[in-house]
């Protein structure tokens, strides 16, 4: 079965950096998109970045310039490198994939930015 476990979360200070991973399992990784998604507190969830099975990158405008999202198909895994972080960008983050119109979520990491 499709599994995504995402990693890498914490604290951390305004202005640092932080970056998340998470492994794939349980369909064929390399021919498919991978998005990260956040969700703050009393807030919906989000999109932040994707990127298409041939390393295409898209990212929301609040985080451009800021965030990298990458993939290593060999490892089956698809990181987000977060610099420059702001307390606003404090939430759960989720990786996602679409198979066949469905989406599948990870448990998501939680990434809290304060002082």
């Known amino acids: 079965q499709v599994q995504l476990v995402e990693s890498g979360g914490g604290l951390v200070q305004p202005g640092g950096s932080l970056r998340l991973s998470c492994v794939a399992s349980?369909?064929?990784?390399?021919?498919?998109?991978m998005r990260w998604y956040r969700q703050a507190p009393g807030k919906e969830r989000e999109l932040v970045a994707q990127?298409?099975?041939?390393?295409?990158?898209d990212y929301a405008d609040s985080v451009k310039g800021r965030f990298t999202i990458s993939r290593d198909n060999a490892k089956t895994t698809v990181y987000l490198q977060m610099n420059s972080l702001k307390p606003e960008d404090t939430a759960v983050y989720f990786c996602?994939?679409?198979?066949?119109?469905?989406?599948?979520w990870g448990k998501g990491t939680l990434v809290t930015v304060s002082s």
């Open positions: 996602d994939v679409r198979i066949t119109g469905t989406p599948y």
């Open positions: 349980g369909f064929t990784f390399s021919s498919d998109a």
């Open positions: 990127i298409t099975f041939d390393g295409s990158t």
